[in-house]
């Protein structure tokens, strides 16, 4: 890992809606974080543990188990 992928922040991008991430992912990365995308709450929890990031974005509305059940479960 090179020195500046050690000293940039980890994101989680948590969104149902593909265009979305798309967006986040983009303009953070060229900030230069370091990102994981997920497109539900059951994929986000499981990529949290994953990855541990530093901050999750966090889409509120989402199908099957919404951003607050999500954070709640994080």
């Given amino acids: 890992m090179s020195q500046a992928a050690a000293n940039s922040t980890k994101i989680l991008l948590v969104d149902d809606d ?3 991430l798309e967006l986040l992912e983009y303009n953070l ?3 230069g974080s370091v990102l ?3 497109s539900d709450g ?3 929890i499981a990529m949290a543990q994953e990855f541990n990031p530093q901050l999750v974005i966090l889409d509120v509305m989402m199908p ?3 951003g607050i ?3 709640r479960r994080m």
């Fill in 42 to 44: 059951k994929e986000a």
């Fill in 29 to 31: 990365a060229k900030e």
């Fill in 18 to 20: 593909p265009d979305i």
């Fill in 64 to 66: 099957a188990m919404d």
């Fill in 69 to 71: 059940e999500t954070a």
């Fill in 36 to 38: 994981a995308k997920a």
